[in-house]
Every structure is written in structure tokens, then in C-alpha cells.
């Protein structure tokens, strides 16, 4: 019973972490919007959305590492899809025009999935076995 206790802490953190990393994509587009053209907002945002996730899988891993890079790259990656396609485009934007932006979701989307297993591959790496 606690082993399972514990993997199910682990999988709602992966998910928290990975909710935050969308949250902080969503910050980063919000307050582009207000400052920069939407070109440099996207441009902003392809940057900061893997040095985001980059940092949000250091914690992950640091402290629960309850999944392998690939399990968690795949589990972050879909969360932030899901939320794009379920919330950010219905609601927020009212159309799914953005899926049709390589800057706006593919670019860092990918970026997002590389930061989160490259970071997981080298916490692994460097941890003792």
C-alpha cells in the first residue's frame, strides 16, 4: 500500500510539474502580447519554453524521478498538448489557427520534449546507480 502511495505522489507530481511548465508558457505568451509583436512573442516563447521545462524536470528529477526521461518527456510533452487543444485554443484564442504556426506550437512543442529528456538523461547520468 505505500509503494503505492508513493508512485501515485509521483505521478501527480509529474503532473503538477508539467502543469506549471504550461502555465509558465502561458505567462510568457500573455505578457509577450502586451510588450512585443506577436513574432517576437512566439520567438520569446520558443526560448523560454524549454529553458522552463529544462528547469521544471531538474526539480522532477532531483526529487521524485518516478519515471524514466523518455516516460516523463512524453507525459510533460502531452500535458501541455492536451491543455493547447482543449483549452488554449477553444477558449482562450477561439480558434485552433495557432496549430498552423511552427514557432507558435510545433517549434516548441519539440523544444519542450528534448529539454525535459535531455535533462532527465543527464540527471541519470550523473546520479550514482
Known amino acids: 500500500m505505500a509503494e503505492r502511495t508513493v508512485r501515485l505522489s509521483g505521478v501527480v507530481a509529474m503532473l503538477l510539474h508539467a502543469l506549471a511548465g504550461w502555465a509558465y508558457c502561458g505567462l ?4 509577450g502580447r502586451r510588450f512585443l509583436s506577436m513574432h517576437a512573442t512566439l520567438a520569446v516563447h520558443a526560448i523560454g519554453a524549454p529553458i522552463g521545462f529544462g528547469l521544471l524536470s531538474l526539480l522532477y528529477f532531483k526529487r521524485f524521478a518516478g519515471t524514466s526521461p523518455l ?3 512524453v507525459v510533460f510533452l502531452s500535458v501541455v498538448v492536451a491543455m493547447d487543444v482543449f483549452l488554449v485554443a477553444p ?5 485552433y489557427a495557432m496549430f498552423a504556426s511552427p514557432l507558435g506550437t510545433w ?5 519542450i520534449f528534448a529539454a525535459t529528456y ?3 538523461l543527464a540527471v541519470a547520468r550523473g546520479s550514482p546507480r
Not at 477558449?91 to 480558434?95: A, L, P
Not at 517549434?107 to 523544444?111: G, R, S, V, Y
Open 28 to 31: 510568457l505568451i500573455g505578457m
Open 71 to 73: 516516460q516523463t518527456a
Open 91 to 95: 477558449v482562450f484564442e477561439r480558434s
Open 107 to 111: 517549434i516548441p512543442f519539440a523544444l
Open 118 to 120: 535531455l535533462t532527465g
